[in-house]
């Protein structure tokens, strides 16, 4: 592994865990404002509640994906040491690879699809909480539009009762 692949993985690692503790700490104070004296009605409290567990789940993820490069950088020079082997052994079709190099590969690939999936579950999670956000946005402004036009039918009621009497 090269200088620069390692200062990179490190400030990848780095930058992982800071984004976590930062979005954990957000949602820390989010979870602040969720008390029960709080003026937030039972949608914007449920809403808010289900925003915090996504992204602690989130924040969660990004430190196992976290843990998964860095355990990369340790097990990087094993993986490096399994391909002169399996070139030597020419890994051609009528070539058998022997059990221990199989179980190596196995190993790597088990482990690869592990952090995969996690990461896959961060993007997963930050899509879902992406379509909420846009959900509860969407019904909010729904809900304004329909108090605007609740409160401009109250005022023209008003005006016609002033013409009313007025007449």
């Not at 979870?31 to 009605?41: E, F, H, I, Q």
């Not at 995969?116 to 999670?125: A, D, E, N, P």
């Amino acid at each position: 592994m090269t200088t620069i692949e390692l200062s990179f993985g490190l400030f990848l690692v780095v930058l992982l865990v800071a984004l976590a503790i930062f979005f954990a700490w957000r949602q820390r104070l989010t979870l602040t404002l969720l008390k029960p004296n709080s003026a937030l009605g039972p949608d914007d409290r449920r809403f808010l509640h289900g925003q915090v567990r996504r992204r602690l789940c989130c924040c969660f993820l990004m430190v196992v994906f976290a843990g998964f490069l860095v355990g990369w950088l340790f097990l990087h020079q094993g993986f490096d040491e399994l391909r002169p082997e399996t070139e030597r052994l020419g890994a051609g079709p009528k070539d058998e690879l022997p059990e221990e190099v199989k179980e190596s590969l196995r190993f790597y690939t088990v482990y690869w699809i592990g952090a995969l999936l996690v990461l896959l579950g961060m993007i997963g999670l930050a899509a879902l909480d992406m379509f909420a956000t846009a959900r509860y946005g969407l019904r909010r402004h729904r809900q304004l539009q329909d108090d605007r036009h609740a409160m401009l039918a109250l005022e023209v009621a008003k005006m016609r009762q002033r013409r009313v009497e007025r007449n």
